[in-house]
C-alpha cells in the first residue's frame, strides 16, 4: 500500500472511530439511562460497558495516537478523519447529561488528534436531541477545536433527519462549512434483527437507507440553507438501490413532480464513504452520488474494518480508473476538507 503514498499522497480515511479511556460518570449525573463507559482492563486494552453491562472490548487504537499512526504508516494512510464511537451519540438521553458526554469526547479527539495534526482530523459529537446545545456545541468544535464537523446518529429520539425542529442545527452546519457525518447506531435498531443475526449485515446500512430516505423526500433539503455538506456511512447504505424505487413512489404520490425534487436528483447533493467492501456496490455509489462525492472509509478500528485500507480500490483498472482511485482515496476528501 506505500506505493499510494508516492503518487501525489497517501490515502485520507474519511471513516474511523476512538473512544476515551475516561469516559464522565454519566450515570451518576443522570440515573435511568444505559449510558456508556469504558473500563480500562491495562494500558492496552479496555470494555465499552452500556449501563454497565459488558459491549464491546477495545484497544488502544481506540486512543492512542501512535498506535493509529504505526497502523496508517503500513497502509500507506496520510490521514485519518476520527469521530466518536456510535453507542455514544445518547440522543435520546436526557439533553443535559448528553451535554456533558458530547463535550467530553470532544475534548478527547482535541487532543488525540491535536498531537498529530498533520495526520489526525476529527469530526466531533453534539447533544442533537437539544438544537441550541448541539449548535453552540458545533460552533466550538469547528470554530474553537478546530474540528471538520461532527457525526450524529439517523435518528433523535424519534425524531427523524429531515423533521423541522433540526433545520437550526443543519442550517448553523450549512454556514459554518462543517461537514455533518450520518452514521447508524447498533442500540437503536430493530430488535427483530439481533434475533436473526443480522444487525450488521442488514441492519446497519437498512438504518441508513432508511434515513436518508426519508430526509430525500422531507423537504428538507430545499427548505434548509443551500451548501450542507451531509456525508452517509456505509456507501449509504441500501440508498443507492432505493432511489429509483423512491423516484418511482414520489411519481406515483403526484405525475407533476419536478424532476429536481425527485429523490435520486437530490442525492447527488449527499456524500458518502467507500465501505461496501465490494466494487459493484461501490460503482453505484459513485453512479447516484457522483464521482466527486465519495470519500474513503474504512470503519477503523473495528471488526467492520476493511482490511487493508482501501482494499476495495484494489480492483482492476477496467472496473475503476486511476483516476477515480486517486478521487475517492484521497482527492475528494482534499477539496472537501479545503472547502470547510
Same mark, same amino acid.
Given at each position: 500500500?506505500?506505493?499510494?503514498?508516492?503518487?501525489?499522497?497517501?490515502?485520507?480515511?474519511?471513516?474511523?472511530?476512538?473512544?476515551?479511556?475516561?469516559?464522565?460518570?454519566?450515570?451518576?449525573?443522570?440515573?435511568?439511562?444505559?449510558?456508556?463507559?469504558?473500563?480500562?482492563?491495562?494500558? +492496552?486494552?479496555?470494555?465499552?460497558?452500556?449501563?454497565?453491562?459488558?459491549?464491546?472490548?477495545?484497544?488502544?487504537?481506540?486512543?492512542?495516537?501512535?498506535?493509529?499512526?504505526?497502523?496508517?504508516?503500513?497502509?500507506?494512510?496520510?490521514?485519518?478523519?476520527?469521530?466518536?464511537?456510535?453507542?455514544?451519540?445518547?440522543?435520546?438521553?436526557?439533553?443535559?447529561?448528553?451535554?456533558?458526554?458530547?463535550?467530553?469526547?470532544?475534548?478527547?479527539?482535541?487532543? &488525540?488528534?491535536?498531537?498529530?495534526?498533520?495526520?489526525?482530523?476529527?469530526?466531533?459529537?453534539?447533544?442533537?436531541?437539544?438544537?441550541?446545545?448541539?449548535?453552540?456545541?458545533?460552533?466550538?468544535?469547528?470554530?474553537?477545536?478546530?474540528?471538520?464537523?461532527?457525526?450524529?446518529?439517523?435518528?433523535?429520539?424519534?425524531?427523524?433527519?429531515?423533521?423541522?425542529?433540526?433545520?437550526?442545527?443543519?442550517?448553523?452546519?450549512?454556514?459554518?462549512?462543517?461537514?455533518?457525518?450520518?452514521?447508524?447506531?447498533?442500540?437503536?435498531?430493530?430488535?427483530?434483527?439481533?434475533?436473526?443475526?443480522?444487525?450488521?449485515?442488514?441492519?446497519?446500512?437498512?438504518? +441508513?437507507?432508511?434515513?436518508?430516505?426519508?430526509?430525500?423526500?422531507?423537504?428538507?433539503?430545499?427548505?434548509?440553507?443551500?451548501?450542507?455538506?451531509?456525508?452517509?456511512?456505509?456507501?449509504?447504505?441500501?440508498?443507492?438501490?432505493?432511489?429509483?424505487?423512491?423516484?418511482?413512489?414520489?411519481?406515483?404520490?403526484?405525475?407533476?413532480?419536478?424532476?429536481?425534487?425527485?429523490?435520486?436528483?437530490?442525492?447527488?447533493?449527499?456524500?458518502?464513504?467507500? &465501505?461496501?467492501?465490494?466494487?459493484?456496490?461501490?460503482?453505484?455509489?459513485?453512479?447516484?452520488?457522483?464521482?466527486?462525492?465519495?470519500?474513503?472509509?474504512?470503519?477503523?478500528?473495528?471488526?467492520?474494518?476493511?482490511?487493508?485500507?482501501?482494499?476495495?480500490?484494489?480492483?482492476?483498472?477496467?472496473?475503476?480508473?486511476?483516476?477515480?482511485?486517486?478521487?475517492?482515496?484521497?482527492?475528494?476528501?482534499?477539496?472537501?476538507?479545503?472547502?470547510?
Amino acid at each position: 500500500m506505500t506505493d499510494r503514498a508516492e503518487d501525489g499522497g497517501g490515502l485520507i480515511d474519511l471513516h474511523t472511530h476512538a473512544i476515551s479511556p475516561r469516559m464522565p460518570d454519566l450515570a451518576a449525573l443522570s440515573p435511568g439511562y444505559r449510558w456508556p463507559s469504558v473500563e480500562q482492563l491495562d494500558e +492496552t486494552s479496555a470494555r465499552i460497558l452500556l449501563g454497565g453491562t459488558p459491549y464491546r472490548a477495545v484497544d488502544e487504537r481506540c486512543w492512542s495516537a501512535p498506535r493509529r499512526l504505526k497502523d496508517m504508516d503500513a497502509d500507506g494512510v496520510e490521514m485519518q478523519v476520527v469521530s466518536p464511537t456510535p453507542v455514544t451519540f445518547c440522543h435520546d438521553a436526557p439533553a443535559d447529561a448528553a451535554a456533558v458526554l458530547a463535550a467530553a469526547q470532544n475534548d478527547f479527539l482535541a487532543e &488525540l488528534t491535536g498531537s498529530q495534526p498533520d495526520r489526525l482530523k476529527a469530526l466531533g459529537a453534539v447533544p442533537l436531541q437539544d438544537s441550541e446545545r448541539a449548535i453552540e456545541e458545533l460552533r466550538r468544535c469547528v470554530l474553537q477545536l478546530g474540528f471538520l464537523g461532527v457525526e450524529i446518529g439517523t435518528r433523535v429520539g424519534d425524531l427523524e433527519l429531515g423533521d423541522e425542529e433540526l433545520d437550526p442545527f443543519f442550517d448553523a452546519a450549512a454556514d459554518l462549512g462543517a461537514l455533518v457525518f450520518v452514521h447508524p447506531a447498533d442500540v437503536t435498531l430493530d430488535p427483530r434483527l439481533a434475533r436473526l443475526g443480522i444487525p450488521f449485515g442488514a441492519g446497519m446500512p437498512s438504518e +441508513t437507507g432508511i434515513a436518508a430516505a426519508g430526509l430525500l423526500v422531507s423537504g428538507a433539503l430545499g427548505r434548509r440553507r443551500p451548501g450542507i455538506k451531509l456525508c452517509l456511512a456505509h456507501g449509504g447504505g441500501t440508498l443507492p438501490w432505493l432511489l429509483p424505487r423512491l423516484d418511482k413512489g414520489e411519481r406515483i404520490k403526484d405525475a407533476d413532480v419536478p424532476a429536481e425534487r425527485l429523490p435520486s436528483t437530490m442525492a447527488a447533493q449527499l456524500y458518502s464513504d467507500s &465501505l461496501t467492501y465490494d466494487v459493484n456496490s461501490l460503482l453505484l455509489a459513485v453512479d447516484r452520488y457522483g464521482p466527486e462525492h465519495v470519500l474513503l472509509g474504512t470503519d477503523y478500528p473495528f471488526a467492520a474494518r476493511e482490511e487493508p485500507t482501501g482494499a476495495v480500490l484494489m480492483a482492476p483498472d477496467d472496473h475503476l480508473s486511476d483516476q477515480l482511485k486517486a478521487a475517492i482515496g484521497r482527492d475528494n476528501a482534499r477539496a472537501l476538507m479545503e472547502g470547510s
